[in-house]
Structure formats: structure tokens, C-alpha cells
């Protein structure tokens, strides 16, 4: 990779992804999927804490060959005539160039880098073609860069809950279930003193019991065993006519 590309292209280039993140070997989901494009390195899922307030673009395989989605790279550099490729409703681009050898060409359009048949109006296979291309052609590939500050994951992307720093061991889980062996918690207001349980909705499958901001003191064990022996009672027949 020549000195005129920038920094984070030539990591996106060179950096190998899909291998154990070495500062969490121990962990589970520990493959560097991820570039970061402002330490211009690759990191796991484990990591994302750490590189948050940087540009992150996750890398992808399709047909054992790294890929980017076209939407997060079009936020960094021109992606015209780079043919796309569609994996989960998602259209992506392959990063590196996928030589193929032809001794004899068809109609249509080929790479001009890898002499890979391609659909019109394409002539580029992967974004190391066309970077290369336009090298060759153009010596400067400024003008095809884009100005692009803040760049995230997508929202379906996977982080692990378990990445051992201090901020997130006191986040509160979304909902709580409360056991009537524990003791709820209380609020003091004056001379009153009022217990409450959760807020949130809480059902018990068995009994079909919902628990929603009542006193505590309002639900008793016998409120409990009632409406966990809860049974219908004899049916009674209508009056034959």
C-alpha cells in the first residue's frame, strides 16, 4: 500500500481480522471483527468499551473474504463502480482484490484489476481494485476520500455484556423479579414508612400473578396461596329446553 492512501485504509488493507483477540483470549465471541479507524487496528467485540468514542467499522465474511457493508464505507470514500454484493439484505463490498486467472474474455464488463467477470456498469471487484486503479490513473486519491467524523456499529451488532469494566457493573437490569423471601425496598416519607416492590410488570406463569407498584404490606402469604390454588368451580349445565 503506497504512502498517498490514508492511515485507516492502509490498516483496513493490512490488518488481519477474524483471529483471537489476544488481550482477551479467555473470552467467548473473541474474534476481531471490528476496525478501528482512529487507532487504526483491529478489535473484538470485548474491546468496543474501550474504542467507543472512535470510528468503528465492522468487517463481515462472505465466501471465506472479508467484507464491509456499502453504506458504512460510502461515509468514507466514492464506492462508484465497485460491484456490491447482497448478504442479508445488506449490500457489501469486498475489501481485498480476488485474482482470477482467464485466458479468454466474453462480452461484458471484467475488473481492472483481477480480470473478474463483472455485472455492468461496474469494472471494479473489490476496494483494493479501485484504490489501485485510481493510483495508477490519477496519483492522488484525495479527492475520492470523504470527511466523516463519527462512524458506529449498526444496531444489531453484538456486544458482550461481560467486559469486566467498572461502568457498566453498576447498570441496573431493564427488569427484576421479585422473590417473596427477599425483603422489598423501602422508602421513608416523615412518619410513614411504605414499602414497595418493583414497578415494572412482573408475571408468574403458574399463577398468573401480576405485580405492579403494590404495598408489599397488601400482599400477604395467604393472598399468595389463594391465588396459586386458585380452581374453577363445578360446571353447571343449562336447563334442557
Known amino acids: 500500500m503506497g504512502p498517498q492512501k490514508p492511515a485507516w485504509l492502509e490498516a483496513l488493507y493490512a490488518q488481519r481480522f477474524f483471529a483471537p483477540c489476544s488481550i482477551h483470549d479467555a473470552a467467548k465471541k473473541n474474534e476481531k471483527n471490528i476496525c478501528c479507524l482512529d487507532c487504526c487496528t483491529s478489535i473484538c467485540p470485548h474491546c468496543v468499551f474501550s474504542h467507543r468514542c472512535h470510528r468503528l467499522l465492522q468487517i463481515r465474511r462472505y465466501v471465506y473474504h472479508e467484507v464491509v457493508r456499502l453504506e458504512d464505507l460510502e461515509k468514507l470514500l466514492d464506492c462508484s463502480n465497485i460491484q456490491a454484493y447482497t448478504i442479508n439484505a445488506a449490500k457489501v463490498l469486498f475489501i481485498k482484490k480476488r485474482p482470477q486467472n482467464r485466458q479468454f474474455k466474453g462480452s461484458g464488463n471484467y475488473c481492472t484489476s483481477c480480470d473478474r467477470s463483472l455485472q455492468e456498469p461496474f469494472i471494479h471487484c473489490s476496494l483494493g481494485c479501485k484504490v489501485d486503479f485510481v493510483l495508477k490513473h490519477y496519483g492522488d486519491l484525495s479527492p475520492f476520500l470523504k470527511i466523516c467524523n ?25 427488569s427484576t423479579v421479585v422473590d417473596s423471601s427477599d425483603e422489598p425496598l423501602s422508602s421513608s416519607s416523615g412518619s410513614e414508612n411504605m414499602s414497595f416492590v418493583s414497578t415494572e410488570f412482573v408475571r408468574k406463569k403458574r399463577s398468573g400473578l401480576y405485580i405492579c407498584g403494590r404495598l408489599a404490606n397488601k400482599i400477604t402469604d395467604e393472598d399468595m396461596a389463594t391465588s396459586m390454588s386458585r380452581r374453577k368451580g363445578v360446571p353447571h349445565r343449562s336447563p334442557l329446553c
Open 150 to 174: 463519527t462512524l458506529q456499529l449498526s444496531p444489531d451488532f453484538f456486544i458482550p455484556q461481560d467486559m469486566g469494566d467498572e461502568e457498566t457493573t453498576n447498570e441496573t437490569p431493564r
